[in-house]
């Protein structure tokens, strides 16, 4: 009998299910030309849907020159549909696609970054969506403005004043998809081949490779638990501007303190350079009061990034700098031939649901979930490897830095780790200059439940003491 998995509680509609799977099975060869399918009644009553869910499939396959119907003697596999398989992974089917997205069972992965995805807020969020979908304007639906929504760079704005003392106008701002769209903007804008840039040192790999791609060369400043040196920062340097993560530096943790700050503007402007504020995750601070940016010191030197992927879900791939006014109109010719614009529904419901108080409400709600998971992190290391460990960077954000006294994260303790069903990330390879953190591991805690948080812990353990 010939049959097909279909799932009614997907997201995806019956005939797009039946169509996908077979003509996935053509490419793959597993259905050969001319093979000849069963009668649309038949499969019909092999999958328990109804006849037009098969004929609308088999229409569509017909179309698109997967199958060949002949009138009164079937439908055929044809000819010629067939691709040679050069990467197995390629063709999953959709159904193995979510098992291989979802279903990464066993491993608990400490990965940086992620909020905890199964409390995003999706009724709140499916409301306004809903709302949004309905009642608007059926200009959403067109071309937009490349630098976004007028609603939610208005809100925005007034957001980040009242959140983070950030002083801009909102055609200062431009929505993107994500800080990492952000950072390809600024190096667009900024950069070009002989060009030089400080930043700090260790910092994500993803954005050593962003400023560097086009040439321009990386002069590293070393980090310590405030966050980069500034008393290191060379005279005789021209840079294009500084990055920094100064709210919660990326991965050690530190704050920077205002005496740095204000050496980092002056340096900035003795240089006539800008500074680039990544200020991914500020809104967790669990110690002391939060912190204001940096560009609410100087608005002119300043660009700042911001992102919605730990506030809400990375998911969304949604972004936002925020220019002095002399860059703002190049940075949105830009955004236009990068990709037009960030997805308008996206950016309406977002307006709305800051508007609306949700947002501040949402954080409000998670900064208590993430200070228990953070506080059981630290409690479960403690427990396992007591003094022989020293916590860093644990005021703020959805990770922490664990640093060894006598363990040197190599390839082959990393390896060992992972046979135990455990995933932690070396400061080390964020490093530009190598040698410095070898002992340092980022534990990410936003997904983990403490349950998680627990056994991975008890793993990591276990695999620095066999190994
Ligand atoms: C330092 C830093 N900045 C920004 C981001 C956010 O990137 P995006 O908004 O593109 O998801 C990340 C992501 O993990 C990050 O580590």
Not at 249 to 261: A, V
Not at 360 to 373: A, L, N
Request: hydrophobic share 35%; glycine share 6%; with cysteine.
């Amino acid at each position: 009998m010939f049959w097909l998995p279909v799932d009614r509680t997907l997201d995806m509609p019956l005939i797009r299910q039946v169509y996908e799977q077979i003509r996935l099975r053509i490419l793959h060869g597993e259905l050969q030309a001319e093979d000849r399918l069963p009668a649309t009644r038949e499969l019909a009553s092999n999958l328990g849907v109804s006849r037009n869910v098969i004929i609308e499939a088999y229409e569509q396959l017909i179309a698109e020159g997967y199958l060949v119907g002949f009138q009164g003697s079937g439908t055929y596999v044809a000819k010629g549909a067939y691709l040679k398989q050069e990467d197995k992974d390629e063709f999953l089917s959709l159904f193995e696609m979510n098992q291989h997205i979802e279903n990464d069972t066993g491993v608990i992965d400490f990965r940086s970054g992620i909020p905890a995805l199964d409390m995003f807020p999706r009724k709140s969020w499916g409301h306004i969506a809903k709302q949004v979908c309905i009642e608007t304007s059926q200009s959403i639906f067109g071309y937009d403005h490349p630098e976004g929504r007028t609603e939610l760079r208005l809100v925005l704005a007034q957001y980040l004043k009242r959140t983070r003392g950030v002083n801009c106008h909102p055609d200062q701002l431009v929505i993107t998809s994500g800080a990492t769209q952000a950072f390809s903007l600024i190096a667009n804008l900024l950069l070009s081949s002989e060009d030089e840039i400080i930043i700090e040192d260790p910092i994500t790999n993803e954005i050593q490779t962003i400023f560097s791609s086009s040439g321009t060369s990386l002069y590293p400043i070393p980090v310590d638990e405030y966050g980069m040196k500034t008393d290191l920062l060379p005279a005789n340097k021209r840079p294009k501007f500084i990055f920094v993560t100064p709210s919660h530096q990326f991965p050690l943790g530190g704050t920077l303190p205002i005496q740095r700050r204000i050496q980092l503007i002056h340096f900035a402007r003795n240089t006539d350079c800008y500074i680039i504020e990544d200020d991914y995750d500020s809104e967790f601070r669990y110690q002391g009061t939060p912190v204001s940016s940096l560009q609410g010191l100087d608005p002119e030197r300043v660009i700042y990034v911001g992102t919605f992927s730990k506030i809400l879900s990375p998911g969304l791939r949604l972004g936002y700098l925020i220019l002095p006014p002399s860059l703002a109109q190049k940075c949105k010719d830009l955004k236009w031939f990068m990709d037009l614009h960030t997805p308008s529904l996206e950016q309406l419901t977002l307006a709305h649901f800051i508007d609306g108080n949700y947002l501040e409400r949402h954080i409000r709600k998670m900064k208590k979930v993430y200070q228990v998971r953070r506080d059981y992190i630290k409690s479960c290391l403690k427990q396992e490897f007591s003094n022989t460990v020293t916590i860093l960077g644990d005021s703020t954000g959805l990770h922490l830095v664990a640093e060894f006294e006598d363990i040197v994260f190599s390839e082959d303790i990393l390896s060992k780790i992972t046979e135990h069903n455990v995933k932690v990330y070396p400061v080390e390879s964020h490093a530009i200059q190598k040698g410095n953190h070898t002992n340092k591991i980022i534990l990410g805690y936003g997904n983990l439940s403490k349950e998680e948080i627990k056994e991975g812990i008890k793993r990591l353990k276990c695999a620095l003491t066999t190994s």
